[in-house]
């Protein structure tokens, strides 16, 4: 899967639950980025509401069974709840939402109090990689 397609499936599943940024021209649109490890949002965004984070660049892991080796592809999605609203029916979702997911891990993340973030969790989701990364 594509990460253009997986953010827009993403964004269509969720957008009931999802908060909104508020962009520093004043627009608001959905609270859904593709970012890279330790990138902020653009400066003068104001986040509210529930947040969802896809990162940029999933991950690749690799394993060897029976002398052959295999790769998975990680893609990690972070929920950041703002206003202090339950990420957990946004992981339900997602989660179900992709069955033929070959793995799938759900963590939440302590947040310390007053630091921003009311809660936060970490879904991954592991499938087979594209084409293109295997050869790789």
Do not use: C, H
Request: proline residues 8%.
């Amino acid at each position: 899967m594509q990460l253009l397609t997986f953010r827009e499936d993403l964004e269509t599943r969720l957008a009931d639950l999802l908060g909104t940024y508020t962009l520093a021209n004043g627009a608001t649109v959905p609270a859904v980025s593709v970012r890279n490890t330790g990138e902020l949002s653009p400066a003068g965004t104001v986040v509210s509401g529930l947040e969802l984070i896809i990162q940029r660049n999933p991950r690749l892991k690799y394993i060897e069974r029976y002398d052959t080796p295999l790769a998975f592809r990680l893609i990690t999605v972070f929920l950041v709840s703002w206003d202090g609203s339950d990420p957990t029916p946004a992981a339900d979702l997602i989660v179900s939402a992709y069955p033929n997911a070959l793995a799938t891990e759900v963590t939440t993340i302590d947040v310390p109090e007053g630091l921003g973030p009311q809660a936060q969790m970490r879904i991954t989701l592991q499938f087979n990689p594209t084409p293109a990364e295997a050869a790789a």
